[in-house]
């Protein structure tokens, strides 16, 4: 069948509502009728994607956007997911209001889907910085530190609100490694001997890597943990605290300035300058309030199975998929 340009997308849409099977996309997508002019880029990511799958999510998104053509995202199926870049025009401004439909939206049909006026390339030398906890791995540390110290659930409570962005990073690190005071060394390497690496990250540094990305870890966790992952993983750099040990054991305090939000956004920038990189080709992931600020400096901000008030600020978030997700909202 040929494209026709003078059917309505809506009413294409419409066409596909009941059409189930994954393997009508390539259908779906041949024959869309093709408009040139865009604004902005959709990314929907998901397993075994459908044509009502499809259809129904920009029709979901049809008061704020409208499809002028559909494609396959080049890393389609690289990874096994289904991925589909449509673009369009954004006919409304208001981002607080975009955002949450495109979170409701994507936990409506369990699916990645990300809006973007721009995209970084991947094929281009980038920077991505990683928060470490709960992004690149999928552990928090201090929490797991602080069960083998028997104070477990109040570091964790803590760990949680830091997170949230309710109390300030510096006071509620300084509060919880207290509580680490006397936790023998060996408790440290028995954690970093079993970290749980998060799904996709070899998949997303490969990726990067072969394509002359730097990458980094800026975390207000520890250094016992980012410096051997920066190893582990062959990244560029790592930041992060130094937890005081005296004696084999830990004595409640940290060495040096503290990690914090700030930090992490001016490692971005430093980092960025160090290697001539272009802003528009710099990257931050994370999943806390701590993260947003390294995030706001960056041209793309990536929430990775974050807190929601992280999912609302950042540019795009992985909700559903693994790490490599983060790579669908690149372009070629």
């Not at 259809?55 to 389609?76: I, M, Q, R």
């Not at 309710?166 to 690190?173: G, M, R, V, Y």
């Not at 790592?238 to 930090?263: D, F, Q, R």
């Not at 992490?264 to 920038?269: G, N, Q, R, S, W």
Request: glycine share 6%; with cysteine; net charge negative.
């Amino acid at each position: 069948m040929m494209k026709d340009k003078t059917i309505d997308s809506c009413d294409y849409l419409r066409n596909y509502q009941n059409d189930h099977k994954c393997t009508s996309l390539n259908a779906f997508i041949d024959n869309y009728p093709t408009h040139t002019a865009y604004s902005h880029v959709v990314t929907v990511a998901t397993q075994a994607l459908t044509p009502h799958l499809l259809s129904a999510v920009l029709l979901d998104l049809a008061d704020y956007f409208s499809p002028a053509s559909v494609s396959f995202h080049h890393l389609h199926k690289t990874f096994g997911e289904d991925v589909i870049q449509v673009r369009g025009t954004l006919r409304d401004s208001d981002n607080a209001e975009i955002n949450k439909l495109i979170g409701e939206v994507s936990d409506r049909y369990a699916i990645d889907l990300g809006l973007q006026a721009s995209q970084p390339s991947l094929s281009t030398p980038g920077l991505l910085v990683m928060d470490m906890d709960s992004t690149v791995i999928s552990i928090e540390c201090i929490d797991e530190i602080a069960k083998l110290a028997n104070v477990g659930e109040e570091v964790a409570e803590v760990t949680a609100k830091a997170m949230r962005g309710e109390i300030a990073f510096n006071e509620s690190l300084i509060h919880r490694v207290a509580c680490l005071k006397n936790v023998p060394e060996t408790a440290l390497i028995q954690i970093r001997d079993s970290l749980p690496l998060m799904p996709g990250v070899q998949s997303l540094i490969t990726t990067l890597k072969a394509n002359n990305w730097k990458l980094a870890i800026a975390s207000g966790g520890f250094t016992y943990f980012a410096d051997y992952l920066k190893e582990r993983l062959g990244l560029d750099f790592a930041i992060s605290n130094t937890l005081e040990v005296k004696n084999g054991a830990l004595t409640g305090e940290v060495i040096g300035p503290i990690v914090n939000a700030e930090v992490k956004a001016e490692t971005i920038t430093s980092l960025a300058r160090e290697w001539q990189i272009p802003h528009s080709q710099t990257a931050a992931m994370g999943d806390g309030a701590n993260d947003l600020l390294m995030m706001a400096q960056s041209a793309l901000g990536v929430a990775c199975h974050a807190k929601p008030v992280v999912n609302e600020k950042a540019s795009v978030a992985i909700r559903r998929g693994h790490l490599h997700s983060m790579l669908y909202f690149l372009d070629k």
